[in-house]
């Protein structure tokens, strides 16, 4: 499996919680681990992300970042996953004194270190710029993902509450960012509309969209996203849990696809949804009787829309096609 839409502070594993908890003198609350997940009934984006509160409240040092990233990647491998771009929000690691820097280092070390002995598997982070901090700081997050972009930093993206400023007001942040040649994804068309995707695109330079569910699939939008080759990162179990989107049927997935719209299929966030790519898989499947030529189409698109390497893609797209058949064995299984 493949995820390019992965945040780590939404997929820390409860043994992370525990280890971390006790390494760092945190209280995990009453209610742990029921309050790791999704709050029951949540009904928007911004009650979601009340879940990342105390997950960021554990990584405030160098240690923990770089053990949760090794966590993750060891996690990912084992359950048979070939790629996956992990992202986070350096500045919101600073609570305690650690700079972005050393946030964005810490990280890199942990990545490196899990990938030791891996074969057949890669990868890479992204670095979030957020959208209710000021120019300054999300700046410093450009900069680094700059200073590191031969360290396995492959892309800038911008998450956080989608209604607190449109897209504009981030012109000269992803303008800086597109004259340094980054790579860029902009979290939009989540919690709003067709509109904010197009800005996005028009005025963000995005490559890649984080959700975008909400594009209205007029002529002219389609002309634009295919001309502009833009890749589409859905979330799936994440947009019904935002209210996004009422149910999977809603997904629109063969919509896109028709039109000849990269679509990609993701987690999101695996312990604040509960979710994985196998899972997402499954509940495309359930809805929409997905073949298996679809999911290699699917999967094919997410090779070609990472960041990695021409060579990190060739291997890939090599290991696709000899896990193909047991990826979609596993997704055709009931639980
Ligand atoms: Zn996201």
Redesign the pocket.
Known sequence: MIDL?L?LD?SLSIEDFNYLSERNHIYLGDNFPENVYVPEGCTSLEEYLTRFDLPCSLLQDEFSIAYVVTSLVNRLYNSGYIYAEI?FAPQLHTLKGMSQENAVISAISGLNFALKEKVGFDANLILCCMRQASDEINMETIKLADKYRTKKVVSV?L?GPEKFHTGDFYTPLFDEAKRLNLNIII?AG?ACGSDEVIRAVDLLHAQRI??GVHLELTRENVKKMVEKRITF?F?PT?NLQTTSLPEYKSVPLREFDKYGIAVTINS??MTVSNTDVLKEYRHLYKEFNLQKYEVRHLLTNSINASFSDSNTKSMLLNELNKKIDSYFDLIIKEE
């Open positions: 839409h945040h939404g992202r993206d998450a979290h989540e984080g959700h990162e979330c994440s999101d966030n």
